[in-house]
């Protein structure tokens, strides 16, 4: 299973990205973004169920909108008012449910650079 992550690149602060994953995302359970900056550990920044409800970190509710497009099969992270916190590289991920043994699966990084 191979997913393709999209989209980064380098903005002003206050700006928008918009991050687009591709692959066989119905398959997944929950399927979103994670973000790992220089120095720190990876973390959860948003994730959407087949059941439509979506989960953000605190520190992007507010700014980032997860969302699902059925026929391009892509998962898409709307990133907007942009902090140079926020830099770091951004992995889409998906997971199995339970059932079919919770297996997740990643894409490979996007770097996403917010300057001051």
């Known amino acids: 299973v191979q997913l393709q992550a999209s989209g980064g690149g380098l903005v002003q602060a206050g700006g928008s990205l918009r991050l687009s994953c591709a692959g066989p995302?119905?398959?997944?359970?929950?399927k979103g973004w994670y973000r790992q900056a220089p120095g720190k550990q990876r973390e959860m920044v948003a994730h959407?169920?087949?059941?439509?409800?979506?989960s953000y970190a605190d520190s992007v509710k507010g700014r980032f909108t997860i969302s699902r497009d059925s026929a391009e099969n892509t998962v898409a992270l709307q990133m907007n008012s942009l902090k140079p916190e926020d830099t770091a590289v951004y992995y889409c991920y998906g997971q199995l449910a339970a059932e079919f043994g919770g297996y997740e699966y990643w894409g490979q990084g996007t770097q996403v650079t917010v300057s001051s």
């Open positions: 959407l169920t087949t059941s439509g409800s979506t």
């Open positions: 995302l119905n398959i997944f359970a929950t």
